[in-house]
């Protein structure tokens, strides 16, 4: 029989937000299904509502004619249901076989782990995706790219009938997302169903057979990919026609003094990097991933130790030991992965944007919270946080509101911030939020801040940076300014 699945009216309320509206719309077997929409239109909500992790209040989903209704995630992945979301499900200090065979270890009548058995049967699917890693590895001494890789082999291992990607490339490099294209396509001709989930449009053409797009939790439309275009999708997710994204930005004329100078900078991961960053400038860093960028930026924040080389901020020679001594000196990082390093997730806006300057809001031994509030209060209107008051937490935020807290974090009043580090800033945000965040790192640079701009999304880089450095396997192979660059340009120095 056909493997289909089909969502009927369903609708999910959380206090003060309808993520969820009688949402209807059908997936077969053996086609790739795009949902789009920007950050809050509730995709997430409706993955977790097929995974088990959510609960409808409203409508329900059929699978091949039988009406569902998962209260877990394991009566889904029972039912032949995988969701490989953003967010890692991972065990960091398991292998990758222990990983990926974690619900279904093979073992002897006596419970023991069949450890050649597991070897073999994780190297076979390694094997087919072509990565260099072993079933042995430890999944948190890999990277982030490769951690997403065992994330997608642990749903493919499942044999599943219905595999959901939510934003599955974000951390990927061009070569392993056509590992990953050419794994969804063996998995759509053997009749799979597939949910894929992406802000990259450029994804959403080359991979997907219809496109559904939801905006504020509604369904806006659903219509063949090849009959679309990507200004006709980017008008109906964000309700309105954003025009060029680029060619619409207000930028900085005037590029003022160096603040900031790195020479011959070395530790464990980089070597002689030497670089200056001016006042009122977006210096972007390109580069494949595992170049050294972020490395780069760590040391010079003091959450990586340094060998040797000189840092100079405003002139004077600096080493920072700790994060904290970079933050008072006016250094900022708004770090790669926002959930993991950038924010305390169960807390509150409020308590995220006041973190670094607690010492700075308070009253003799207490936080003055009328003085906490209305800095946050100030970060959400500055950012157009979309939040019913700084109470939310955090948690609870889309993608592109959480990251526009951390800049509201890092632009305070009360911190003197003259270098702003934005590492991947833009990762898993939709292309409205995007063009947003895009004008406020050109506002920064107005605003005198010298910005660092890391993205591996190369349009962004060319687009947005005043110069941009190129780096490969720890070294910076060359620099160019935005009006020599070109894609095939910087591609060549990031490959050398």
């Not at 890999?142 to 939510?166: G, H, T």
């Not at 031994?365 to 970060?379: I, T």
């Not at 609870?396 to 934005?422: F, H, Y």
Request: glycine share 8%.
């Amino acid at each position: 029989m056909e493997q289909y699945i089909e969502f009927k009216g369903v609708s999910k309320a959380f206090p003060g937000v309808q993520a969820l509206k009688d949402v209807s719309f059908r997936v077969d077997g053996g086609k790739v299904i795009a949902l789009l929409g920007e950050n809050g239109a509730g995709k997430s909500t409706l993955l977790k509502i097929l995974s088990g992790n959510l609960i409808p209040d409203e409508g329900n989903i059929v699978i091949c004619g039988t009406e569902k209704c998962y209260t877990t995630p394991h009566e889904a992945i029972k039912d032949g249901i995988s969701v490989i979301y953003q967010e890692r499900q991972l065990v960091p200090l398991l292998s990758v076989a222990e990983n990926i065979f974690i619900e279904d270890l093979p073992r002897t009548r006596f419970g023991h782990v069949k450890k050649k058995e597991l070897k073999r049967k994780t190297q076979q699917i390694i094997d087919e995706f072509a990565l260099p890693i072993e079933p042995g590895s430890i999944v948190g001494s890999l990277s982030v790219a490769y951690q997403q890789m065992v994330e997608i082999m642990k749903a493919y291992r499942r044999n599943s009938d219905i595999i959901c990607f939510d934003e599955p490339t974000a951390s990927l490099t061009d070569t392993e997302i056509n590992i990953l294209f050419r794994i969804i396509n063996e998995l759509k001709n053997k009749g799979k169903g597939i949910i894929y989930v992406s802000h990259r449009l450029a994804e959403i053409f080359r991979i997907a057979d219809d496109i559904v797009i939801l905006k504020d939790g509604s369904l806006v439309k659903t219509l063949k990919t090849s009959e679309a275009t990507e200004q006709q999708l980017i008008s109906l997710m964000v309700g309105r026609d954003i025009g060029d994204t680029y060619a619409n930005l207000k930028r900085n004329d005037t590029v003022g003094e160096v603040v900031l100078e790195v020479k011959n900078l070395r530790n464990r991961a980089v070597r002689d990097v030497s670089f200056q960053l001016h006042r009122g400038e977006v210096l972007g860093f390109a580069g494949l991933v595992g170049a050294g960028r972020t490395e780069v930026m760590r040391a010079i924040f003091g959450a990586d130790p340094i060998e040797s080389g000189e840092i100079y901020l405003r002139g004077k020679r600096v080493r920072f030991k700790t994060p904290t001594e970079a933050i008072e000196n006016g250094i900022a990082l708004c770090p790669e992965d926002r959930k993991e390093q950038g924010l305390v997730l169960p807390r509150s806006i409020r308590d995220n944007i006041s973190i670094p300057v607690l010492l700075k809001v308070r009253r003799n031994l207490f936080l003055d919270r009328k003085k906490e509030n209305s800095l946050a209060v100030e970060g959400i209107r500055a950012y157009d946080i979309k939040t019913p008051s700084a109470e939310k937490i955090t948690l609870e935020l889309s993608g592109g509101n959480q990251q526009k807290v951390i800049l509201a974090r890092w632009t305070s009043a009360l911190l003197d911030t003259d270098v702003l580090i934005l590492d991947e800033p833009t990762k898993g945000i939709d292309v409205g939020t995007k063009a947003e965040i895009y004008q406020m790192v050109c506002d920064l640079a107005r605003n005198g801040k010298g910005v660092v701009f890391i993205s591996s999304e190369l349009t962004e880089v060319l687009n947005l940076s005043d110069r941009i450095i190129v780096m490969h396997n720890g070294k910076i192979t060359g620099e160019v300014t935005r009006q020599e660059a070109t894609e095939e340009s910087v591609l060549s120095l990031a490959m050398i």
